[in-house]
């Protein structure tokens, strides 16, 4: 007959640290793509600011060149109008598909709205025009559309790239870290 016994103090600080690495990795759940969600959104919003991505976009059409001249506006770059988009960034939470798990999101949700006025046939007067949705505009830049010419100006997915090859990576380190920690 072989036997095992295992020291009851030996057995306790097991079973301790087994408690807290389960307790940690549920908060990671939550927390980790949550913090990811709002890294990504902090670099999309400096990507813009800083024209990052945007070198090799098709040249503005003359006629959309000469209304944002018009309206003090051609200065400020790509995907910058009255900074509606940079202000309705968001991160927020959602079911997904997969047996209702809650999710993190960055973006612009659906249904936030601009302020009016962010059409080139208002013709100069900032105050004609009704507010439409950013997140169709984001989704006409990022992917085009033959009414905006087919002109991409995309700058998610550039931004999901460098995210996923830099800062992505680091706080997945960050994370097995903690649940390291909690083994001892």
Known sequence: MIGWYMNPGDLNRYLS??????AQTKRSVDDLPRVQATDYIH???????????????????????????NMGLIGKGY???????LNNLTVWRTLSGRAGQRQWKAGIPAGVMDKGG?????????????????????????????????KRRPI????????????FVERGEEELGRLARHWR
């Open 43 to 69: 670099l999309l919003h400096a990507n813009v600011m800083n024209q990052k991505h945007m070198s090799a976009y098709p040249a503005y059409s003359d006629w959309y060149e000469e209304w944002k001249t």
């Open 17 to 22: 640290a087994l408690n807290r690495l389960e």
């Open 118 to 150: 962010t059409s080139w046939f208002n013709l100069g007067d900032r105050k004609v025009g009704k507010p439409k949705p950013i997140a169709m505009y984001a989704r006409t830049m990022e992917f085009g559309q033959a009414g905006h010419a087919g």
């Open 79 to 85: 995907w910058r109008l009255y900074d509606s988009f």
């Open 156 to 167: 998610f997915m550039p931004t999901k790239e460098e995210y996923k090859n830099g800062k």
